[in-house]
């Protein structure tokens, strides 16, 4: 069984083009995140959900909207794609962030996006 | 400083060889630190967790020194399949506990 799993795997796009990217996570987990990883390899945190509520918003343009309609899934919407935007995002869940026994982040696969 | 730290690397070290890296960090209230193995093309798996002063399983050791602010990671016997990029994670920023701050890696490779 996959743990947290993400759809697509690979996105090629034209810029300016909307795209979303899914995430569902089978854990039981209550944390949910996006990390973008650049072309050279920095994986930096998008986004933080907990329980379906946003936690952290780091610098992101306002382009990237995350949507959680349940505390399993977090998609990742993406408006007017730009060429600075190809990476891979990885979603990613833990069941207590703040608890250090149970802080451990499982990643999905990542969706390698690629803008044209 | 920049809030995670590590030497890129790579690292090109003989099958059976003991290497270790450090990882540097600002955020002098954390507590809690990770080590997270990156294979090539595929997603960040945790490797150790590192609470105290260090952690120990099997060929892998993380030690902490919180004065300094360094935590390392030493692989001992290396194998082939150690070749990766090794990931040091720090909780930082406002919102301790909450984000994961990633170093930018430091990569492996164990040549037969």
């Known amino acids: 069984d996959t743990a947290v799993s993400q759809t697509p795997k690979y996105l090629v796009t034209q810029m300016g083009n909307d795209k979303s990217i899914k995430c569902e996570q089978n854990?039981?987990?209550?944390?949910m995140y996006w990390y973008k990883q650049d072309s050279k390899k920095f994986l930096k945190i998008m986004f933080s959900y907990n329980n379906k509520e946003l936690i952290i918003n780091e610098t992101v343009p306002n382009r990237f909207s995350p949507k959680s309609p349940d505390k399993a899934h977090l998609n990742l919407h993406i408006n007017s794609l730009e060429l600075g935007d190809s990476a891979v995002y990885f979603c990613a869940s833990s069941q207590d962030p703040a608890d250090s026994s149970y802080n451990e982040q499982f990643f999905g696969p990542g969706t390698r996006l690629t803008v044209l | 400083r920049k809030e995670v730290e590590q030497d890129p690397g790579p690292f090109n070290v003989p099958e059976g060889a003991t290497v270790a890296f450090n990882c540097t960090y600002s955020n002098s209230a954390s507590q809690s630190f990770f080590w997270y193995r990156q294979d090539c093309r595929k997603e960040p798996k945790l490797l150790m967790s590192?609470?105290?002063s260090g952690n120990e399983d099997g060929r892998f050791t993380a030690q902490l020194n919180r004065a300094s602010q360094y935590i390392s990671l030493l692989i001992r016997d290396s194998k082939l399949s150690d070749s990766a990029t090794y990931l040091c994670v720090v909780p930082g920023g406002d919102n301790y506990g909450q984000n994961f701050v990633f170093g930018p890696g430091t990569r492996l490779s164990v040549l037969p």
């Open positions: 854990l039981g987990h209550d944390t």
């Open positions: 590192v609470y105290s």
